[in-house]
């Protein structure tokens, strides 16, 4: 029996799009929902109404969960959902606070995103 060659995920084929009414990142593969990155205020309030795009300069946000269809997990999917966020972040200014154990760990390999971490947070541990 031979065990079928799973591809690693490329880029070039995903589309990460903000889902305010979901309140979560949508990882889009070949037109297909394979991933979300859920996330809130960082002050409790459950729904951003405009989404991450809707937010300023210095605001802050909790990035909750990441999830991964089981037909796409462990060939980096989660990884290019967790980057392509991180720089919408960044592009606007706002800064995180990661509940999310995946992307905690992705921070402690990436520490070119931790000046992104809200300054309440403290470092990972």
């Known amino acids: 029996m031979t065990t079928p060659v799973v ?3 490329d880029p070039a084929r995903a589309c ?4 305010p009414s ?6 889009w593969v070949d037109g297909e929902l394979v991933g979300i990155l ?3 205020a960082a002050d409790g309030v459950t729904e951003l109404p405009g989404g991450v ?3 300023t300069d210095g605001d802050v946000i909790a990035l ?3 999830v991964i269809t089981e037909d796409f997990g462990g060939r980096g999917w989660a990884a290019v959902l967790v980057r392509e966020v991180l720089e919408e972040v960044r592009v606007r200014g706002v800064r ?4 999310c154990t995946y992307l905690r760990r992705y921070l402690g390999t990436h520490p ?3 000046p992104l971490l809200d300054d309440g947070l403290g470092e990972l541990d």
């Open 38 to 40: 859920g996330y809130r």
């Open 64 to 66: 909750m969960h990441t």
């Open 7 to 9: 591809a690693p995920a």
């Open 96 to 99: 995180i606070r990661p509940v």
């Open 16 to 19: 990460v799009e903000d889902n």
């Open 22 to 27: 979901h309140s979560r990142f949508d990882l």
């Open 112 to 114: 070119e995103y931790l």
């Open 53 to 55: 795009g809707a937010l």
